[in-house]
T-cell receptor
Framework: AQKVTQAQTEISVVEKEDVTLDCVYE???????LFWYKQPPSGELVFLIR??????QNEISGRYSWNFQKSTSSFNFTITASQVVDSAVYFC?????????????FGKGTMLLVSP | NAGVTQTPKFRILKIGQSMTLQCAQD?????MYWYRQDPGMGLKLIYY???????DKGEVPNGYNVSRSTTEDFPLRLELAAPSQTSVYFC?????????????FGPGTRLTVT
Protein backbone atom coordinates (compact mmCIF):
# COMPACT_ATOMS: atom_id res chain seq x y z
CA ALA A 1 0.00 0.00 0.00
CA GLN A 2 1.09 3.55 -0.55
CA LYS A 3 2.43 5.57 2.33
CA VAL A 4 3.89 9.00 2.94
CA THR A 5 6.14 9.71 5.90
CA GLN A 6 7.06 13.14 7.16
CA ALA A 7 9.28 12.33 10.09
CA GLN A 8 9.71 15.92 11.23
CA THR A 9 6.72 16.87 13.32
CA GLU A 10 7.81 20.43 14.01
CA ILE A 11 10.75 22.58 12.96
CA SER A 12 11.65 25.94 14.43
CA VAL A 13 14.02 28.32 12.70
CA VAL A 14 14.96 31.95 12.87
CA GLU A 15 14.16 34.18 9.95
CA LYS A 16 16.63 34.02 7.05
CA GLU A 17 17.72 30.50 7.89
CA ASP A 18 17.37 27.81 5.24
CA VAL A 19 15.15 24.87 6.15
CA THR A 20 14.49 21.50 4.52
CA LEU A 21 11.32 19.51 5.03
CA ASP A 22 11.66 15.80 4.45
CA CYS A 23 9.20 13.52 2.69
CA VAL A 24 9.65 9.79 2.14
CA TYR A 25 7.09 7.80 0.21
CA GLU A 26 6.28 4.17 -0.48
CA UNK A 27 4.61 2.87 -3.59
CA UNK A 28 4.85 -0.20 -5.78
CA UNK A 29 4.16 1.78 -8.90
CA UNK A 30 6.65 3.05 -11.40
CA UNK A 31 4.23 5.83 -12.35
CA UNK A 32 3.15 8.04 -9.52
CA UNK A 33 2.79 11.68 -8.59
CA LEU A 34 3.97 13.68 -5.62
CA PHE A 35 2.61 16.91 -4.25
CA TRP A 36 3.36 19.50 -1.61
CA TYR A 37 0.64 21.58 0.04
CA LYS A 38 0.92 24.43 2.53
CA GLN A 39 -1.55 25.04 5.33
CA PRO A 40 -1.02 28.49 6.89
CA PRO A 41 -2.49 29.38 10.31
CA SER A 42 -5.66 30.54 8.57
CA GLY A 43 -6.36 26.88 7.80
CA GLU A 44 -6.79 26.63 4.06
CA LEU A 45 -4.68 24.25 1.99
CA VAL A 46 -2.62 25.77 -0.76
CA PHE A 47 -1.11 23.74 -3.58
CA LEU A 48 2.63 24.29 -4.04
CA ILE A 49 3.96 21.75 -6.51
CA ARG A 50 3.35 18.42 -8.24
CA UNK A 51 5.98 16.13 -9.70
CA UNK A 52 5.64 12.93 -11.71
CA UNK A 53 7.87 9.94 -11.20
CA UNK A 54 9.50 10.31 -14.60
CA UNK A 55 10.83 13.77 -13.93
CA UNK A 56 13.68 13.76 -11.46
CA GLN A 57 14.80 17.27 -12.23
CA ASN A 58 14.97 19.47 -9.21
CA GLU A 59 12.77 22.50 -9.32
CA ILE A 60 13.26 25.98 -8.00
CA SER A 61 10.56 28.59 -7.61
CA GLY A 62 11.78 31.73 -5.93
CA ARG A 63 12.86 30.80 -2.41
CA TYR A 64 11.36 27.31 -2.75
CA SER A 65 13.12 24.30 -4.19
CA TRP A 66 12.30 20.62 -4.40
CA ASN A 67 14.69 17.68 -4.53
CA PHE A 68 13.16 14.50 -5.94
CA GLN A 69 15.27 11.34 -5.60
CA LYS A 70 13.73 8.06 -6.71
CA SER A 71 16.69 6.10 -5.40
CA THR A 72 15.81 7.06 -1.85
CA SER A 73 12.04 7.53 -2.43
CA SER A 74 12.28 11.08 -1.20
CA PHE A 75 10.79 14.38 -2.27
CA ASN A 76 12.26 17.03 -0.01
CA PHE A 77 11.30 20.67 0.11
CA THR A 78 13.73 23.47 0.92
CA ILE A 79 12.91 27.05 1.79
CA THR A 80 15.82 29.41 1.39
CA ALA A 81 16.08 32.51 3.56
CA SER A 82 12.92 31.67 5.47
CA GLN A 83 10.44 34.37 6.39
CA VAL A 84 7.83 34.62 9.13
CA VAL A 85 5.13 34.24 6.47
CA ASP A 86 6.48 30.76 5.74
CA SER A 87 5.18 29.60 9.10
CA ALA A 88 2.67 26.89 8.28
CA VAL A 89 2.06 23.18 8.22
CA TYR A 90 3.43 21.58 5.08
CA PHE A 91 2.02 18.35 3.71
CA CYS A 92 3.53 15.94 1.25
CA UNK A 93 1.11 13.73 -0.70
CA UNK A 94 1.21 10.82 -3.14
CA UNK A 95 -1.07 9.67 -5.94
CA UNK A 96 -0.61 6.26 -7.53
CA UNK A 97 -2.51 3.53 -9.33
CA UNK A 98 -3.69 1.98 -6.07
CA UNK A 99 -6.45 4.57 -6.17
CA UNK A 100 -6.57 4.85 -9.93
CA UNK A 101 -4.68 8.09 -9.49
CA UNK A 102 -7.94 9.55 -8.27
CA UNK A 103 -7.05 10.20 -4.64
CA UNK A 104 -4.18 11.54 -2.57
CA UNK A 105 -2.44 9.92 0.37
CA PHE A 106 -1.13 12.58 2.72
CA GLY A 107 1.69 12.55 5.21
CA LYS A 108 1.02 13.82 8.72
CA GLY A 109 2.58 17.16 7.96
CA THR A 110 5.48 19.20 9.29
CA MET A 111 4.79 22.35 11.23
CA LEU A 112 7.31 25.06 10.42
CA LEU A 113 7.70 27.94 12.84
CA VAL A 114 9.78 30.87 11.63
CA SER A 115 10.54 33.43 14.29
CA PRO A 116 11.75 36.97 13.65
CA ASN B 1 -15.00 31.91 -9.60
CA ALA B 2 -15.65 31.31 -5.93
CA GLY B 3 -13.73 28.02 -6.12
CA VAL B 4 -14.70 25.49 -3.46
CA THR B 5 -17.07 26.75 -0.80
CA GLN B 6 -18.07 25.05 2.42
CA THR B 7 -20.76 25.77 4.95
CA PRO B 8 -20.90 26.11 7.87
CA LYS B 9 -17.47 27.24 9.01
CA PHE B 10 -18.03 26.11 12.57
CA ARG B 11 -20.57 23.86 14.23
CA ILE B 12 -21.08 22.30 17.62
CA LEU B 13 -23.20 19.16 17.76
CA LYS B 14 -24.49 17.10 20.60
CA ILE B 15 -23.86 13.36 20.57
CA GLY B 16 -26.47 11.63 18.46
CA GLN B 17 -27.48 14.67 16.45
CA SER B 18 -27.21 14.70 12.70
CA MET B 19 -26.10 17.34 10.25
CA THR B 20 -25.01 17.93 6.69
CA LEU B 21 -21.83 19.67 5.71
CA GLN B 22 -22.28 21.49 2.45
CA CYS B 23 -19.70 21.70 -0.30
CA ALA B 24 -20.00 23.35 -3.69
CA GLN B 25 -17.60 24.15 -6.51
CA ASP B 26 -18.07 26.34 -9.55
CA UNK B 27 -15.08 25.16 -11.59
CA UNK B 28 -16.93 22.36 -13.40
CA UNK B 29 -14.69 19.80 -11.76
CA UNK B 30 -15.59 16.14 -12.15
CA UNK B 31 -13.92 14.90 -9.00
CA MET B 32 -14.84 15.92 -5.48
CA TYR B 33 -13.50 14.75 -2.15
CA TRP B 34 -14.16 14.91 1.56
CA TYR B 35 -11.28 14.76 4.03
CA ARG B 36 -11.03 15.03 7.77
CA GLN B 37 -8.04 16.47 9.57
CA ASP B 38 -7.41 15.59 13.18
CA PRO B 39 -4.82 17.47 15.29
CA GLY B 40 -1.28 16.48 14.38
CA MET B 41 -2.48 14.21 11.63
CA GLY B 42 -2.60 14.53 7.91
CA LEU B 43 -5.76 14.53 5.90
CA LYS B 44 -7.67 11.30 5.66
CA LEU B 45 -10.06 10.65 2.82
CA ILE B 46 -13.66 9.98 3.84
CA TYR B 47 -15.48 9.72 0.50
CA TYR B 48 -14.93 10.85 -3.02
CA UNK B 49 -16.94 11.17 -6.21
CA UNK B 50 -15.85 10.94 -9.82
CA UNK B 51 -19.01 12.52 -11.15
CA UNK B 52 -22.71 13.05 -10.54
CA UNK B 53 -24.33 9.87 -9.24
CA UNK B 54 -21.03 8.13 -8.48
CA UNK B 55 -19.44 7.97 -5.05
CA ASP B 56 -16.84 5.76 -3.43
CA LYS B 57 -15.45 5.17 0.03
CA GLY B 58 -12.13 6.45 1.14
CA GLU B 59 -9.98 5.45 4.08
CA VAL B 60 -12.38 6.44 6.90
CA PRO B 61 -16.01 6.30 5.68
CA ASN B 62 -17.70 4.89 8.78
CA GLY B 63 -20.28 7.22 10.28
CA TYR B 64 -20.66 9.32 7.13
CA ASN B 65 -22.73 9.34 3.99
CA VAL B 66 -22.49 11.32 0.77
CA SER B 67 -24.48 11.96 -2.34
CA ARG B 68 -23.66 13.64 -5.63
CA SER B 69 -26.77 14.65 -7.48
CA THR B 70 -25.11 17.47 -9.40
CA THR B 71 -21.61 18.23 -10.62
CA GLU B 72 -21.42 21.27 -8.37
CA ASP B 73 -22.51 19.90 -4.98
CA PHE B 74 -21.13 17.17 -2.74
CA PRO B 75 -22.74 17.20 0.73
CA LEU B 76 -21.42 15.09 3.60
CA ARG B 77 -23.97 13.70 6.06
CA LEU B 78 -23.32 12.73 9.67
CA GLU B 79 -26.26 10.70 10.93
CA LEU B 80 -25.45 10.02 14.58
CA ALA B 81 -22.69 12.34 15.65
CA ALA B 82 -20.04 10.90 17.95
CA PRO B 83 -17.15 12.61 19.77
CA SER B 84 -14.74 10.75 17.48
CA GLN B 85 -16.09 12.85 14.62
CA THR B 86 -14.77 16.04 16.15
CA SER B 87 -12.45 17.25 13.44
CA VAL B 88 -11.87 19.77 10.69
CA TYR B 89 -13.51 18.72 7.45
CA PHE B 90 -12.20 19.76 4.08
CA CYS B 91 -13.90 19.44 0.76
CA UNK B 92 -11.78 19.43 -2.41
CA UNK B 93 -12.25 19.13 -6.13
CA UNK B 94 -10.17 18.41 -9.19
CA UNK B 95 -10.81 18.59 -12.90
CA UNK B 96 -10.20 14.92 -13.57
CA UNK B 97 -8.42 12.04 -11.98
CA UNK B 98 -5.51 13.37 -13.92
CA UNK B 99 -2.65 13.53 -11.48
CA UNK B 100 -1.31 16.51 -13.33
CA UNK B 101 -4.32 18.29 -11.88
CA UNK B 102 -4.01 19.34 -8.28
CA UNK B 103 -6.91 19.30 -5.88
CA UNK B 104 -8.45 22.60 -4.87
CA PHE B 105 -9.54 22.82 -1.27
CA GLY B 106 -12.34 24.63 0.48
CA PRO B 107 -11.75 26.65 3.66
CA GLY B 108 -12.85 23.83 5.97
CA THR B 109 -15.58 23.22 8.54
CA ARG B 110 -14.58 22.87 12.17
CA LEU B 111 -16.94 20.44 13.88
CA THR B 112 -17.09 19.72 17.59
CA VAL B 113 -19.24 16.90 18.97
CA THR B 114 -19.88 17.02 22.71
Amino acid sequence: AQKVTQAQTEISVVEKEDVTLDCVYETRDTTYYLFWYKQPPSGELVFLIRRNSFDEQNEISGRYSWNFQKSTSSFNFTITASQVVDSAVYFCALSDSNSGYSTLTFGKGTMLLVSP
Amino acid sequence: NAGVTQTPKFRILKIGQSMTLQCAQDMNHNYMYWYRQDPGMGLKLIYYSVGAGITDKGEVPNGYNVSRSTTEDFPLRLELAAPSQTSVYFCASSFRANPRREQYFGPGTRLTVT
